[in-house]
């Protein structure tokens, strides 16, 4: 059965760090692409970072520089290692595995930053 399951959440310092993991079925994570999002509340979820079955990554304006998202194949598990946090990156964390008319989604992991 297809699954994603979001991990790696948590409480943390500002400029502290994280690594969220996210571990997807053998059909998900073989997808054209996986991403992280978040949604922090009254906000609209956004994209973080993406990376493509190729290995081609795209990070959003935010995060770039800070954050790294990886893949290992033998695990079928997407990570995003969170340097340098803010407290404006506070929010729930999406796993999502996607085709262009396909798509799944994770349960979401909180992160909070905060002193």
């Known amino acids: 059965q297809v699954q994603l399951v979001e991990s790696g959440g948590g409480l943390v310092q500002p400029g502290g760090s994280l690594r969220l993991s996210c571990a997807a079925s053998?059909?998900?994570?073989?997808?054209?692409?996986m991403g992280w999002y978040r949604q922090a509340p009254g906000n609209q979820r956004e994209l973080v970072a993406q990376?493509?079955?190729?290995?081609?990554?795209n990070y959003a304006d935010s995060v770039k520089g800070r954050f790294t998202i990886s893949k290992d194949n033998a695990k079928n598990t997407v990570y995003l290692q969170m340097n340098s946090l803010k407290p404006e990156d506070t929010a729930v964390y999406y796993c999502?595995?996607?085709?262009?008319?396909?798509?799944?989604w994770g349960q979401g992991t909180q992160v909070t930053v905060s002193s």
């Open positions: 999502k595995g996607a085709w262009s008319r396909l798509a799944y």
């Open positions: 053998r059909s998900i994570f073989r997808s054209d692409y």
């Open positions: 990376i493509s079955s190729d290995g081609t990554t």
